[in-house]
C-alpha cells in the first residue's frame, strides 16, 4: 500500500467481521492533517466499528491503518492515543467519583503519556479551551449530559492529539446546546487538528466538514463534498428518505 504521508490517517481495505456477521466491508479512508471529514449513515452502516478500528479499539480482520506513515493496524487504542489518535464516545462515562480536573488530567497524563508538569498545563488549557474552567472542581458525577460531553472533548483533547475521531457527541443535546459542541470542535480545526466525526444530525455536522464519506451496510456508498455525496442516488436511495436530516 502507499505510505500515509505525515500526520494523515490512512485504512486501506478494512473488513471488520464479527463470526459469520461483516460490519465493515473493504473499506478505504483518507484523512489529511488540515481536514475535517464527516461520516454519516443509516443505523448499522457500520460507521462506528470502522471508527473503532481507527481508534484501536478493534482490530482489522483484514486491511490495514496507517498514521504519519506508520501502519498502526496491530497497535491498541491506547497506544494510538499516545501517537496522537484522540477520540471520544457517544456515551460520556467519566470517572464519577472524581473531579472535572481529575478526570482531565487522568486523561493527560495516562491516556496522552505526559509528565506531570505539561499534564496540568494541558489540562488546563484543554478545560479552558471547552468552557470549563469554572466547572474545574466539581464532581463529574454532578454534571448535565452537556458539560459531560464538553469534558469528553477536554479528555481527548488533553492528549494532545492530531487527529480527533467523534462519535455522535450531537446525540440527546438540543440545537443551541449543540452549537456550543460545534463552537468548540472549529476551534479545535484552528489549531491544526483533523477531525474525524460521524453524526446522525446533520445540519450540526456541516456545519465542520468539508467532505462526507457515506455508508450503508458497512461499505462506502459515496463520497465528496457534502453537497456531491449527498446527492448522490445510493445515499438517497439508502437513508436520506428515512428521516436523516
Avoid at 464527516?38 to 486491511?63: M, Q, R
Avoid at 501517537?83 to 482531565?104: K, W
Amino acid at each position: 500500500m502507499d505510505v500515509a504521508p505525515e500526520g494523515v490517517l490512512a485504512a486501506t481495505g478494512i473488513t471488520k467481521r464479527f463470526g459469520s456477521f461483516t460490519a465493515v466491508a473493504d473499506v478505504d479512508f483518507r484523512l489529511g492533517a488540515d481536514e475535517a471529514v464527516g461520516i454519516v449513515g443509516p443505523n448499522g452502516a457500520g460507521k462506528t466499528t470502522l471508527l473503532n478500528v481507527l481508534a484501536g479499539s478493534y482490530a482489522p480482520s483484514t486491511g490495514t491503518v496507517a498514521f504519519g506513515g506508520r501502519d498502526v493496524s496491530h497497535l491498541d487504542a491506547a497506544s494510538r492515543c499516545r501517537l496522537g489518535i484522540a477520540r471520544s464516545h457517544q456515551v460520556p462515562r467519566p470517572f464519577a467519583n472524581m473531579t472535572v480536573f481529575e478526570n482531565v488530567f487522568v486523561a493527560s497524563s495516562m491516556g496522552g503519556g505526559n509528565r506531570r508538569d505539561r499534564a496540568y498545563e494541558g489540562s488546563i488549557e484543554a478545560l479552558d479551551l471547552c468552557g470549563m474552567l469554572d466547572l474545574a472542581n466539581r464532581q463529574a458525577e454532578t454534571l448535565g449530559l452537556l458539560d459531560r460531553k464538553r469534558l469528553e472533548l477536554a479528555r481527548a483533547l488533553a492528549t494532545d492529539p492530531k487527529v480527533l475521531l467523534l462519535d455522535e457527541i450531537g446525540g440527546g443535546l438540543t440545537d443551541a446546546e449543540a452549537s456550543e459542541l460545534v463552537a468548540i470542535v472549529r476551534q479545535l480545526r484552528g489549531r491544526g487538528i483533523a477531525i474525524v466525526w460521524i453524526e446522525h444530525i446533520l445540519h450540526v455536522l456541516l456545519q465542520v466538514v468539508e467532505r462526507l464519506v457515506c455508508m450503508d451496510a458497512g461499505r462506502v456508498i459515496a463520497e465528496g463534498t457534502p453537497e456531491v455525496a449527498l446527492a448522490h442516488p445510493a445515499v438517497i436511495e439508502a437513508y436520506l428518505g428515512s428521516g436523516v436530516t
